[in-house]
T-cell receptor, first 113, second 114 residues
Framework: NAGVTQTPKFQVLKTGQSMTLQCAQDMNHNSMYWYRQDPGMGLRLIYYSASEGTTDKGEVPNGYNVSRLNKREFSLRLESAAPSQTSVYFC????????????FGAGSRLTVL | GENVEQHPSTLSVQEGDSAVIKCTYSDSASNYFPWYKQELGKRPQLIIDIRSNVGEKKDQRIAVTLNKTAKHFSLHITETQPEDSAVYFCAARRAGAGSYQLTFGKGTKLSVIP
């Protein structure tokens, strides 16, 4: 099993450009999450989807949108990228919103110039 | 919301020594406390966790202790090895409504010197 797969692994954008980060899991998990990781800031939740058909804001949602396309896929979109969105993005999933263990993807490093 | 403070931000130990990382949390309703390890360039992975009805949990060379009254929990690594070098994150989650969200500490970079 692949677990949680994210694409792309690396991306460079110019300010104002848009892009979508893709995430897919093959573990039949109900809940999916997008985190960003910045130096010295830990992992901060951007958006999550407790189950197919639902999405909710996390700690730092501004500038992002998400789509839970189906049970397997959860995408993160930057409509107009800003330098402050330069970060490493991690997708994660868990069996349910109340389940304890998060399984993370390998991460996507985004640079906004 | 929950706030998790983690100390120290960096920690260097000699191989074979012990390492201790401490976290405090603010929400007394939190009842689940995991620790994640992130090696350089890799994804975070769960290494151990503890629930609020348990005071201590061990798994080989790692252990976690929890003090609910003081609202702090700690990771203990004994007989450290070079492969323990990584960034460690603590986290906390409350029970009940809103239990989806883990709040992470800012991380501790552990370096084990051979």
């Amino acid at each position: 099993n692949a677990g949680v797969t994210q694409t792309p692994k690396f991306q460079v954008l110019k300010t104002g450009q848009s892009m979508t980060l893709q995430c897919a899991q093959d573990m039949n998990h109900n809940s999916m999450y997008w985190y960003r990781q910045d130096p010295g800031m830990g992992l901060r939740l951007i958006y999550y989807s407790a189950s197919e058909g639902t999405t909710d804001k996390g700690e730092v949602p501004n500038g992002y949108n998400v789509s839970r396309l189906n049970k397997r896929e959860f995408s993160l979109r930057l409509e107009s990228a800003a330098p402050s969105q330069t970060s490493v993005y991690f997708c994660a999933s868990s069996a349910s919103s109340g389940a304890n263990v998060l399984t993370f993807g390998a991460g996507s490093r985004l640079t906004v110039l | 919301g929950e706030n998790v403070e983690q100390h120290p931000s960096t920690l260097s130990v000699q191989e074979g020594d012990s390492a201790v990382i401490k976290c405090t949390y603010s929400d007394s309703a939190s009842n689940y406390f995991p620790w994640y390890k992130q090696e350089l360039g890799k994804r975070p992975q769960l290494i151990i966790d503890i629930r609020s009805n348990v005071g201590e949990k061990k798994d080989q060379r790692i252990a976690v202790t929890l003090n609910k009254t003081a609202k702090h929990f700690s990771l203990h690594i004994t007989e450290t090895q070079p492969e323990d070098s990584a960034v460690y994150f603590c986290a906390a989650r409350r029970a009940g409504a809103g239990s989806y969200q883990l709040t992470f500490g800012k991380g501790t970079k552990l370096s084990v010197i051979p």
